[in-house]
């Protein structure tokens, strides 16, 4: 039952035929967990609060950065240093304090996922990340959740509710295998017009009210993709696979895998010999390295951030200076360090390809080294 204040509180909504007091109560009784209270869970949770259904989780073990603040609204100023579930739980009790809210300080993990998520009603995948997508996918699907999927990139975005169980295909079924790992540029990498997961959120927390309400057509088979420079919605139409590996005639996936293994994101042994770390990569330079040391991230990553010394090179014209490298010899000392070390490494196992003995991948690449004492 509402009570008088919630009356007030949810006015609009009752001369909408398809909500009413009945469908207010329905969202009162109801349940969402949001993976993720960073760009697209922002606006998502904070509609999904305003439109009063009765209880959010909310998982994420993150803090709040600065450079959150250009796009995830749930966080401010004053929030820098506390965790995004703290402040994601202030903003919503200020938005509306008749929600309960349930805080899961930790990474979605194959070992917590089903628990976790077994109760609620709905999954809004607000993840960046492709293992934590097929697994947010494997977990709805094994409960018969819908998932309302959404990613973005740069000015692009896409949306698509995955519920096999409604009929729909599943996020395999788009997707079978993930990309190789650094093919996909992340949005810390990429770039994203902070504005944009506003907009794919809200449409998120959309799709999410109309499968509580049971009103309108959640896009079952549909991708939704949004160009923000064109002003431009396309539709692509999706098809269940019969020959999907988790919700086809046959399925050999039948509980929760390794889903960094499965995107090939486990980290290389350290002794890896073509490999070094921070430190030693500190000390060689401290040592007058006299070798090619290069940076392949974009130009303004390098404006950003930078180690002394280095050239850039970005990934998507290296090809174009391998003369340049195979006329000082093939055996010359080269260190590569990115982001993070993955578009490096690539960078390193191309030049292994032109017959470079000594290409060197820096493990963390400059996160790890701005975090050098």
Known sequence: MLSTEEKARYARHFSLSQVGL?????????????????????????????????????????????????????????????????????????????????????????????????????????????????????????????????????FEGQLSVFAPHLGGPCYRCMLPQPPDPGTVPSCAEAGVLGVLPGIIGSLQAMEAIKLILGTGEPPLGKLLHYDALQTQFREFKLKRDPECALCGEHPTITKLIDYENFCGMNTPPPNNPAEISVTELQQKLSNNFEGIFLDVRETWEYDVANIPGARLVPLATFPSIIPELKAQGLDQEIIIHCKSGVRSDRACEFLRGEGFTHAINVAGGIDAWLKLP
């Open 22 to 154: 009945e469908g207010q109560e329905k969202l009162k009784a109801s349940s969402v967990l949001c993976i993720g209270a960073g760009g697209l869970g922002s606006p998502a949770i904070l509609y999904l609060a305003a439109a009063g259904v009765g209880k959010i989780g909310i998982v994420d073990a993150d803090a709040v950065e600065v450079s959150n603040l250009q796009r995830q609204i749930l966080h401010g100023q004053a929030n820098l240093g506390q965790s995004k579930l703290d402040s994601a739980e202030l903003r919503i009790r200020d938005t509306n304090p008749h929600v309960e809210v349930v805080k899961y300080p930790e990474n979605f993990t194959s070992q917590n996922a089903l628990e976790i998520a077994k109760d609620y009603d709905v999954i809004i995948d607000g993840t960046d990340n492709f293992p934590t997508r097929y697994l947010s996918n494997d977990v709805s699907v094994m409960l018969k959740k819908p998932n309302v999927y959404a990613s973005i990139f740069r």
